[in-house]
């Protein structure tokens, strides 16, 4: 990171005092700016909202609030922070219901902390991160309960708002595919990709990708294979 450009903020709620303080310290490390910790859901929520930071860095069982609680506040609240969940649990409820509640991405606490590092940084980008084998839960979730949450005639529809790149960057964003991945899948830069989604984002007026998929299963526009 040089100096010119911002360090990514980051809140970090969780209860218990060693952990939270372990996770801000390396983050601190790693060059973030760790603006506030919280040790329960509401103080999570709070803090989160006066700070405005990049990142939520989210325990799933916190006192006061849960975390998928958390999450729905700040939605309503209309917080742009993504929230990254890191919990001890893999139980696959607990996954779909915090992302459902507005989480972008999922890792539990075994993950390696340059793993961690990345999964902050691929979360202030916009890009959902989750550990092994649960974004295929989660695609797999929303496809399953798509035809019942289908407006009758809805599917198939074309979508006016988006050029004909934005809807098929958009199929390769269901696959829950990185922007590198689908980069270079394309032919195109890193960056293009970025803002095409951007874009995207801007005319559906969302704010992360795990709402694009939610958005193109239930417009019937089914993700590519990758393979």
């Known amino acids: 990171m040089t100096a010119d450009t911002p360090s990514i903020r980051v809140v970090v709620a969780d209860d218990?005092?060693?952990?939270?303080?372990?996770?801000?310290?390396?983050?601190?490390?790693a060059g973030f700016d760790v603006v506030a910790t919280a040790d329960d859901g509401r103080a999570a929520v709070d803090r989160t909202r006066a700070t405005d930071p990049d990142v939520l860095v989210l325990d799933l069982n916190l006192p006061g609030l849960t975390?998928?609680?958390?999450?729905?506040?700040?939605?309503?609240?209309?917080?742009?922070?993504?929230?990254?969940?890191?919990?001890a649990s893999g139980d696959h409820h607990d996954v779909l219901a915090a992302v459902k509640a507005g989480a972008l991405g999922y890792l539990v606490k075994s993950a390696g902390r340059e793993e961690f590092i990345a999964a902050v940084r691929a979360t202030a980008a916009g890009e959902p991160v989750?550990?092994?084998?649960?974004a295929g839960l989660v695609l797999g979730?929303?496809?399953r309960?798509?035809?019942g949450r289908t407006e009758p005639g809805l599917r198939h529809r074309p979508v006016p708002e988006l050029t004909e790149r934005e809807t098929e960057?958009?199929?390769y964003v269901a696959t829950g595919m990185g922007y590198k991945e689908i980069a270079a899948t394309l032919f195109l830069s890193?960056?293009?990709?970025?803002?095409?989604?951007?874009?995207?984002?801007?005319k559906l007026h969302m704010n992360n990708r795990v709402e694009l998929v939610r958005f193109a299963l239930e417009r019937g526009i089914d993700p590519v294979d990758p393979t």
């Open 16 to 29: 218990h005092p060693m952990w939270r303080d372990a996770v801000a310290r390396d983050l601190a490390d």
């Open 67 to 87: 975390g998928p609680e958390v999450c729905a506040a700040l939605s309503t609240a209309g917080v742009r922070t993504r929230t990254l969940i890191l919990s």
């Open 130 to 134: 989750f550990t092994a084998g649960l």
């Open 141 to 143: 979730e929303f496809r």
């Open 145 to 147: 309960t798509r035809s």
């Open 169 to 171: 960057i958009l199929k």
């Open 190 to 202: 890193h960056r293009t990709v970025q803002n095409h989604v951007q874009n995207i984002f801007g």
